[in-house]
């Protein structure tokens, strides 16, 4: 079993910054997927970033270009560094947690474990 607990999460001003963390128990956290997704009432789970248990890391188009994914296996943990930000960004935003596969998993079925998720707003 995996448990999951992000932070982070606030309100910002649209252009500006938020540095989301995720902290994982479990003794084999380095051989896991990693990902975070977001979700804004009434819509779909909507993939971000994920980092592969090698540290490959791919994202969403988007955010593409504004958000970076990494990890610290030392530390169990994950982040997501999120740069200009914009209004449209509005969501609860998970990290979750992939045993089963290896390489990129874009699918929030493809992971077994999430956190309570945290809120992120953006203001115009």
């Known amino acids: 079993q995996v448990q999951l607990v992000e932070s982070g999460g606030g309100l910002v001003q649209a252009g500006g910054s938020l540095r989301l963390s995720c902290a994982a128990s479990?003794?084999?956290?380095?051989?896991?997927?990693l990902g975070w997704f977001r979700q804004d009432p009434g819509k779909e789970r909507e993939f971000v970033a994920g980092?592969?248990?090698?540290?490959?890391?791919y994202y969403g188009i988007a955010v593409k270009g504004r958000f970076t994914i990494s990890r610290d296996n030392a530390k169990n943990s994950v982040y997501l560094q999120m740069d200009s930000l914009q209004v449209e960004d509005t969501a609860v935003y998970y990290c979750?947690?992939?045993?089963?596969?290896?390489?990129?998993?874009?699918?929030?079925?493809?992971?077994?474990?999430w956190g309570q998720g945290t809120q992120v707003t953006v203001s115009s």
């Open positions: 979750a947690a992939d045993e089963r596969h290896t390489g990129r998993s874009y699918h929030a079925y493809e992971y077994d474990y």
């Open positions: 980092i592969t248990e090698n540290g490959s890391t």
């Open positions: 479990g003794r084999t956290f380095r051989s896991y997927g």
